[in-house]
Nanobody, 122 residues
Framework: QVQLVESGGGLVQPGGSLRLSCAAS????????MGWYRQAPGKQRELVAH???????SYADSVKGRFTISRDDAKNTLYLQMNSLKPEDTAVYYC????????????????WGQGTQVTVSS
């Protein structure tokens, strides 16, 4: 079972930037698709971005053009660069290991980190 540890969250003003990291245990990180999810209070967890083992990326419409997902397989680490942050981006952000099939991301139900809080407020 993989262990995922997110970091990099915090309080930022609207228009600011943050870079989230997700460190994964195990030696076969590179063969998996990875995703970033977020969950705001009172809302369902939603997929923000995902990246295939080949580096193909996909984004939710709400973050397209502002967020960039990337991975460093040598470091077993997933990243989420978040720019032009808005108050509606406030949420707990989670990384996940999963599967990409024909462009659709399928999360592993037992591969979640503890989350990192992102708060966008002036």
């Amino acid at each position: 079972q993989v262990q995922l540890v997110e970091s990099g969250g915090g309080l930022v003003q609207p228009g600011g930037s943050l870079r989230l990291s997700c460190a994964a245990s195990g030696r076969i990180f590179s063969i998996y698709a990875m995703g970033w999810y977020r969950q705001a209070p009172g809302k369902q967890r939603e997929l923000v971005a995902h990246i295939s083992s080949a580096g193909i990326t996909s984004y939710a419409d709400s973050v397209k053009g502002r967020f960039t997902i990337s991975r460093d397989d040598a470091k077993n680490t997933l990243y989420l660069q978040m720019n032009s942050l808005k108050p509606e981006d406030t949420a707990v952000y989670y990384c996940n290991r999963g599967t990409n099939y024909r462009g659709t991301y399928y999360p592993d139900s037992d591969s979640w980190g503890q989350g990192t809080q992102v708060t966008v407020s002036s």
